[in-house]
């Protein structure tokens, strides 16, 4: 028969392992800080506030300042080194990634609409279409991993 000393003593030893247990599992198990979908949810917001201001200020005869598109790929880059979490950060990079290289196409196209009096898209607008395909695929992964 146990003692109430035996009692006491198998009680606070499984406290201790209970304890143990937590630490150890909120210590090794992958964390989805809420502080890394917090910065998400900032990128995405950020992200469809540009896509607004732009869509706001869309007067055919003036084009968005090529600096303004440099902003907003800086931007969501400083967002993208903000995320460390193994799930979400190779999106953000893509996503950061992919904001440069539109950034890129849309110098490349003015560039070639300024040098040719042929009507139609220049030769760019089918990379800026494929960048822009992969950009909401990324963005939308980062949205369904961190919920609104």
């Not at 201001?53 to 931007?75: F, G, H, M």
């Not at 950060?89 to 849309?106: E, F, G, M, W």
């Amino acid at each position: 028969m146990m003692t109430a000393r035996r009692w006491w003593m198998a009680g606070m030893g499984t406290v201790a392992f209970a304890a143990i247990a937590v630490l150890l599992c909120v210590w090794l198990l992958p964390d989805r800080s809420d502080s890394d979908c917090t910065t998400v949810r900032e990128l995405i917001e950020f992200n469809q506030h540009h896509n607004e201001t732009l869509a706001a200020n869309s007067d055919p005869n003036k084009e968005t300042q090529l600096s303004d598109y440099e902003a907003w790929a800086a931007q969501l880059g400083t967002y993208a080194t903000k995320i460390t979490d193994p799930q979400l950060a190779p999106h953000a990079k893509a996503v950061a990634d992919l904001a440069s290289q539109t950034t890129t196409v849309v110098k490349e196209s003015r560039d070639e609409a300024a040098q040719t009096l042929e009507p139609g898209p220049p030769p760019s607008a089918q990379k800026y279409a494929q960048v822009a395909v992969q950009f909401r695929n990324e963005i939308g992964a980062l949205d369904k991993a961190c919920p609104a």
